[in-house]
């Protein structure tokens, strides 16, 4: 099988497999795949409508996805590789899987890789006493600060990529190799933004680029956010970009998936006080031998 880093050639075979599957799991979008390849090694392979992605020098793989032939595909690298094991996989995947190869794998739940799925309308209306402190955060920043926000265009996009590095100043010593990779990752992804489909928008304090946010189309009725960041020193800009962005998708998308936590306690928490309609359970599967 060759795998190669994804480039924006591939964008239109592996768009069209991950629309005939249409999952809920942020793995399989074509943005999140591109811009996070470099910073975790992480390398794809397309064939006869199967996608399948791996992570460079190890015996990891994404779960295969795709119309054709899975299960020769699955031979194939469990074949070549007695110590494979797939990530990413869903309730879906895992029944599909055991059915293909019965007994042949061990399942182990991954909870640090559930995703949030949230109703699009619960984060641009706030309503109820569960979001009570989630509104006042920006009722505080409504009333306190001169503000606007702006889908980014590419008039704008240059002040997502200022603020995106000053962020990187400021909070680097936290993490240096994580905030690295990430800031590589979103990087990558402001460089291709439109040409990789990508939605989003900034906020702004008069004219200070204060929040800014962006993803992509996930399947037909759900958008995914891949990023989100803002200057923790303005009160309720997290929770300003984060409802200014559900509101413009009103109408277009009835879910929004905002990934996983990776284990952090503090995303978790975050996470959690928006209230998810859905939490998507994932599951790694180890090959038996």
């Known amino acids: 099988m060759d ?64 119309l054709g032939d899975k299960k020769s595909v699955i031979e ?56 009570h402190s989630k509104k006042n955060h920006v009722s505080f920043f409504e009333k306190n600060f001169d503000w606007h926000y702006e889908e980014i265009t590419p008039q704008n996009i240059d002040r997502c990529i200022l603020m995106d590095d000053q962020w990187e100043r400021l909070n680097e010593q936290k993490d240096p190799t ?50 989100e960041k803002a200057y923790a020193n303005f009160r309720g800009a997290y929770q300003m970009i984060n409802r200014e962005l559900a509101k413009s998708l009103l109408g277009k998308y009835e879910f929004i998936n905002r990934e996983e936590d990776t284990g952090s306690e503090g995303l978790r928490s975050a996470k959690l006080s928006y209230h998810p309609v859905k939490l998507l359970t994932k599951y790694n599967a180890v090959y038996k031998g």
Not at 25 to 42: I, L, R
Not at 203 to 215: D, M, Q, W
Request: overall charge negative.
């Open 3 to 66: 795998f190669h880093y994804p480039t924006l050639q591939d964008k239109s075979e592996v768009q069209k497999i991950f629309d005939s599957v249409n999952s809920d799991c942020c793995e399989y979008s074509f943005a999140n795949v591109f811009m996070w390849s470099e910073g975790y090694e992480n390398k794809i392979s397309v064939n006869n409508g199967i996608f399948v992605s791996k992570i460079s020098d190890s015996s990891v793989y994404c779960y295969p996805v795709g």
């Open 76 to 131: 194939e690298i469990i074949s070549q590789d007695k110590n494979a094991m797939f990530y990413g996989l869903t309730e879906k995947n895992k029944e599909e899987l055991t059915k293909l190869f019965p007994d042949k794998f061990e399942f182990v739940e991954d909870r640090d890789a559930f995703e949030y799925i949230y109703k699009t309308e619960d984060l641009a209306v706030l309503s109820g006493k569960k979001y």
């Open 178 to 227: 994580e905030i690295e990779r990430e800031h590589s990752a979103i990087d990558k992804a402001f460089s291709n933004f439109f040409e990789l489909d990508l939605f989003g928008g900034i906020l702004f304090i008069e004219n200070e680029a204060v929040a800014f946010t962006f993803g992509e189309r996930l399947n037909s009725n759900t958008f995914c956010t891949h990023v």
